[in-house]
């Protein structure tokens, strides 16, 4: 298979998730705005949305949204303990928490990353939404857990990891939320984590 991506984009999680997985997969850089990748294809031929992630499973299909991805990644290895099994509430809490964090963590990050200069009260108001939303996940983490779900590193926690650390890159501070700063610290320790980010250039 071979995963599309973006250095430091949301496709980090599906990079860390394939590695934490075991999976063999091949990885291909892609220029978003101009829409080519690495090889200089046309991006749009694999995903027309544009956008990354785009899995290009073995079978020949691809597989778009990350959310979508992580969750296929998790259900085809199950041994790797990345989701928890079908039919409980731990499965439904999983998605849950991948559903919140698509819709709502990470598009409140989406003025940042518009490629316009984001000052005065668009800015402030852009911080507030992001700090209202980690305020969500950290009393969600105010039991002590480890990760998300409890103990157990899911795909939920590599997606969080990913979305939350780029307020790290935009001068956000995390010290509000400091059991989300934590979580976010562990996952980065992760040997999956560290090796997707040296692969994208992301580690000095």
Known sequence: MKLYYKPGACSLASHIALIEAGE???LEQVDTAE?????????????????VPALVLDEGETVT????ILQLIAERNPDAGLVPAAGGLGRTRVQEQLNFIASEL????GPFFSGKPLEGEARDAAV???????????????????YLNGAQFSVADAYLFVVTNWANFLGLSLDGVPNLKALVARVAERP?????????????
């Open 24 to 26: 063999k997969f091949e």
């Open 35 to 51: 829409g080519k990748t690495a090889s200089g294809g046309d991006f749009r031929a694999i995903n027309p949305k544009g956008y």
């Open 65 to 68: 949204e990350g959310a979508a």
């Open 106 to 109: 990470h598009k409140a990050f």
């Open 128 to 146: 507030e939404r992001v700090n209202g939303r980690m305020q969500l996940v950290e009393a969600m983490l105010a039991d002590g857990r480890a």
């Open 192 to 204: 999956a984590a560290r090796a997707a980010m040296q692969a994208e250039g992301l580690l000095g």
